[in-house]
């Protein structure tokens, strides 16, 4: 009982994105497994209504799309690549909800970058072993073996703070207009409204958010994709 009781006073002195980047996380996995039943009740001569339609065709289309990249093992990464994105999509969009955007806390976006290194580096390891992916970083001269490490570390590093620059960026001009708007004593409030709901955010939450999460997923699926590579067909 302690330890629960000492979870949660730390978890509370957590930083807003973080508390509601995992509340995030949360609703989406519930939101995945009843899903996920919806699809295990349903029979074959059942038609599924129109929301289950439009995640077949969404999952179906990202799949078709990381088969090019992952022949044979596209199976294997197509989760993860799909759970990235969806996520993303929604931290992104966070601030519509009232939530506060995680990838604009610079330790969330580390902790991406993170994430992406490692999981390039895991992948390479366990379908290349440690021998051909030593080779493979010491192509075309072993020489530039050094360069190529700080490549490897730069990559992912680069991805998660481009997340955070963009987002935090966003966010600050969007203050900065609400801000010269609402100096006008008489269109202050009016010019206010309009601008925040109507304006700003489907720009800056839904459209460069969803903008950014596509382009994070389509880095990591280049730069995952060229870590496994392999000349077997799929």
């Not at 289950?52 to 969404?58: A, D, G, K, S």
């Not at 030593?134 to 590093?157: A, C, D, R, Y």
Request: aromatic content about 12%; cysteine-free; overall charge positive.
């Amino acid at each position: 009982m302690g330890d629960i009781i000492h979870i949660t006073w730390r978890f509370t002195e957590l930083s807003a994105n973080v508390k509601h980047s995992v509340f995030i996380i949360l609703v989406l996995m519930v939101g995945a497994i009843l899903i996920g039943r919806r699809f295990d009740a349903m029979n074959a001569a059942d038609k599924p209504s129109k929301g289950l339609v439009v995640v077949i065709m969404l999952v179906s289309t990202l799949n078709n799309f990381i088969k090019e990249f992952y022949g044979r093992h596209w199976k294997t990464f197509a989760p993860l690549l799909l759970s990235i994105l969806v996520y993303l999509v929604f931290a992104n969009t966070a601030s519509l909800w009232g939530l506060a955007t995680p990838l604009s806390n610079i330790n969330v976006a580390l902790a991406f970058s993170l994430f992406a290194f490692l999981t390039i580096q895991f992948s390479a390891l366990w379908i290349h072993k440690p021998l051909k992916r030593l080779k493979n970083l010491s192509s075309p001269t072993p020489f530039l073996l050094p360069l190529n490490l700080v490549g490897e570390i730069s990559t992912p590093l680069a991805m998660g703070l481009r997340l955070f620059g963009n987002l935090l960026s966003g966010a600050v001009i969007g203050v900065l207009i609400y801000s010269l708007f609402g100096g006008s004593l008489i269109f202050g409030n009016i010019a206010n409204v309009f601008l925040t709901t109507v304006l700003l955010h489907p720009v800056f939450n839904i459209f460069f958010g969803a903008i950014q999460a596509f382009v994070y997923f389509m880095l990591l699926t280049i730069f995952l994709s060229m870590a496994i590579e392999d000349s077997e067909p799929a």
